[in-house]
């Protein structure tokens, strides 16, 4: 319990709302089972491609082409940031998270680990905004309102180049010091590493919609099974259950009258900023399932629960991510971590909703 603080919350939070909601047929509609099967997939094929130190390799790369620690991290950064873009926000981190963790151990740049993970993870928020499987919530309401590709890219390309430029300020002032990896190279198995890259490239056609999510769930676990079996035991399932959990709640709320009726009132005054304040509270995906049965103002709901991504800790469950990641690389740092991730995330959010506002009266 104490080391799945967030997933024991969803839980009781989940279990609350089902006094309310007596369990029933359509609890089966709550879950979005693309995005945990995809998540299930990425997860299994980053743990093998851990465990032949791939990211090591990633990391000696990065540290040669770059040599600083500004560049360096700006480089993680942009990686993150693109790669959100391309296999969606929680994929991006599971997939990049490691590789920030190698190149700064490798160069005995732990100090800078706090900010690093922090800023991957402000990257793949607000970068993931962009396109309509970058953020889960994304993939949601494109979904649901059937939102044209060009509109969806439009609504969001004010905040993502904000983004951008945010982004790349906050790492300006981080020291050029010079940065080496220790140690000898190390060679990855080429057969495995090519089956590895071979599966997670079949993760990201899933997310596409290029292949049905079952698919993955068949082939990725047998093949780990018969080559890293090991891979599949170090897969992060109590993030898989936060899911669920979330995913309960969310349902479980929509449907008590008493949430409803507020709901819609709020939703009435500002779309945009309940939205941002719901997912401060509720996390983003939650806040989008949620708010999206009380609206149509889909571009303003859009927009509040890309931007409500950045502040507090559960604002996203991306976040969740990272915090559990930084916990388990960096034990004994919770605290000062948690206060840098509420400056930054903070600056994050009142500089995207300040904009979007000024937007708003034009």
Not at 69 to 75: E, S
Not at 226 to 246: S, W
Not at 294 to 304: D, I, K, P, V
Not at 351 to 361: C, F, I, P, R
């Amino acid at each position: 319990m104490k080391k799945n603080t967030v997933m024991v919350i969803a839980m009781v939070a989940a279990a609350v709302t089902c006094i309310f909601v007596p369990v029933d047929k359509e609890y089966i509609n709550y879950f979005d089972f693309k995005t945990l099967a995809c998540l299930f997939c990425v997860l299994a094929v980053v743990c093998a491609l851990k465990n032949i130190n791939f990211f090591y390799m990633l990391a000696r790369s990065v540290v040669r082409y770059f040599k600083n620690t500004r560049l360096c991290i700006l480089a993680l950064l942009y990686i993150t940031f693109i790669g959100s873009m391309l296999i969606a926000n929680d994929m991006a981190l599971l997939t990049f998270l490691p590789l920030g963790y190698f190149v700064l151990t490798s160069t005995n740049k732990r100090r800078y680990m706090a900010f690093t993970f922090i800023m991957q993870n402000i990257a793949a928020n607000l970068g993931g905004m962009l396109t309509p499987f970058g953020n889960p919530q994304n993939l949601y309401l494109y979904t649901r309102f059937e939102i044209p590709n060009l509109e969806f890219m439009k609504i969001m390309a004010p905040p993502f180049i904000l983004s951008v430029l945010l982004m790349t300020v906050c790492c300006l002032f981080i020291k050029p010091e010079p940065m080496e990896i220790e140690g000898e190279p190390i060679c990855v198995p080429p057969g495995r590493t090519v089956l590895y890259l071979a599966l997670f490239a079949l993760s990201i056609a899933i997310v596409f919609r290029g292949i049905p999510y079952w698919v993955g769930l068949i082939v990725i676990p047998v093949v780990l099974l018969f080559v890293d079996y090991r891979a599949l035991l170090m897969v992060d399932y109590p993030l898989l259950l936060t899911f669920v959990f979330f995913f309960i709640f969310s349902g479980n709320m929509a449907r008590i009258p008493a949430v409803q009726n507020v709901l819609s009132s709020l939703l009435d005054r500002s779309v945009l900023l309940f939205s941002i304040i719901s997912c401060q509270m509720i996390s983003n995906v939650p806040s989008a399932i949620l708010l999206s049965q009380f609206t149509e103002n889909y571009s303003q709901l859009l927009l509040g629960v890309n931007i409500g991504g950045v502040g507090t800790l559960i604002a996203s469950l991306a976040s969740l991510i990272t915090f559990r990641e930084y916990q388990k690389d960096e034990p004994g740092h919770t605290l000062g971590y948690i206060g840098k991730f509420s400056a930054l995330n903070f600056g994050f959010l009142g500089a995207l909703t300040g904009l979007e506002l000024v937007l708003n009266l034009f």
